[in-house]
């Protein structure tokens, strides 16, 4: 999805955007089983609290994506150097069970595309990334290996990458000028890909979320700058698409979470004059009814936040907003919660606010790191971290 990690393209829009509108532990060393029973329910916390993590053994990186393995945070980001130019994957594992850490091998050099994102999904024995460096890796072997060619091959990373239980399915997005309107899927018990068949929808930048049964996908812009409200749904079983109805207004730059009842977009914007209005509320698709309806306000609008599903509530974390014309990134979030259809603020972290980092959902905690700052000056990458347990 578009929220997390912007593309080339929106990184440009993003600036455009606000301004039109109104104490450590041993690190861990040996790989371990990735068993569910992790040592998880022997470390009590306090509800409602967040608490920093340790040092990572990574420094500042770009494009970071995260996936949780059951028992690990696994955070693979590249790191760029100016003298002498270079660009390379770094790799690092968070357990929560210990506080510690601990680097890995980064993997194979670029193998995908030569611009644009990383994209990550968990498929319950390897980390499948996708983008620059197009491979797998094993946190029991602590081994990589490299995936074949995919039928999409030679542009970054699909807009959206979500895993469906067998398989990798990516789709739309692209790089310099590009909006791609295809897709493919990467099965890994036959290490092979497939093209996805000809869809519905132009080629965009989207936000869209895996249900369990379809990939849907609505709203998004496109590199001539085009807003969508029109959406589709991929089905794997049938290797099909359908239309769905479309969005009440244009939206991007929202995240968008299944909580297994409905598609919940959330943050973003929609156009106004030659910028962009945050919206402060968002929207929720039901597949049942192949209806859209408008959720109540969060308070603040804001692009370039993450969300994750606790099986409860919706939890808003990073991103930026804006303040009498003023970009501002809060420390604090928000938390949704459909069963009440309210919204409510979460503790201030101990984070500087920040957009753009990597958050994953533990079963317990919500675990995020790294991000950009904001601002006139060239933007800083973090390196820290904290979890927020509800």
Known sequence: MIGPKTSALMVGLGATLILAAPGSSSPVTAASTLSAANGLARVARPSRTWQRLPVAPIGPTYLSTSVWTGSEMLIFGRVSRTYPARDFPVLAAYRPAHNAWRRLPAGPGPTGASEGEEAAVWSGKEMLTWGKTTAAFNPLTA??????????????????????????????????????????????????WQKLPTGPLAGRYASGAWTGRDLIIAGGLNADGRFFTDGAAYTPAT?????????????????????????????????????????????????????????????QGRVGQVAVWTGRQLLV??????????????????????????????????????????????????????????????????????????
């Open 143 to 192: 081994g990589w290996r490299t995936l074949p060619e995919s039928p999409i091959a030679g542009r970054a990373a699909p807009t959206l990458v979500v895993w469906t239980g067998r398989q990798m399915i990516g789709w739309g997005g692209g790089c310099c000028g590009e909006s791609a309107a295809d897709g493919a899927a990467y099965t890994p018990a036959t290490n092979s």
């Open 239 to 299: 290797n099909s698409w359908r239309r769905i109805a479309n969005l009440p207004v244009p939206l991007i730059e929202d995240v968008a979470v299944w909580d297994g009842h409905e598609v919940l977009l959330v943050g973003g914007g929609t156009p106004r004059g030659g910028g962009l209005r945050l919206v402060t509320h968002g929207f929720a698709y039901n597949p049942a009814t192949n209806r859209w309806r408008r959720l109540p306000s969060m308070g």
């Open 317 to 390: 974390w990073g991103g930026e907003t804006s303040r009498a014309g003023v970009r501002v990134a809060p420390p604090r979030g928000v938390a949704y919660d459909p069963a009440h259809n309210r919204w409510s603020a979460l503790p201030t972290s101990p984070l500087r606010g920040r957009v753009s980092p990597t958050a994953v959902w533990t079963g317990r905690q919500m675990i995020v790191w790294g991000g950009q700052s904001i601002g006139n000056a060239t933007p800083h990458s973090f390196s820290d971290g904290a979890a927020y347990t509800p």
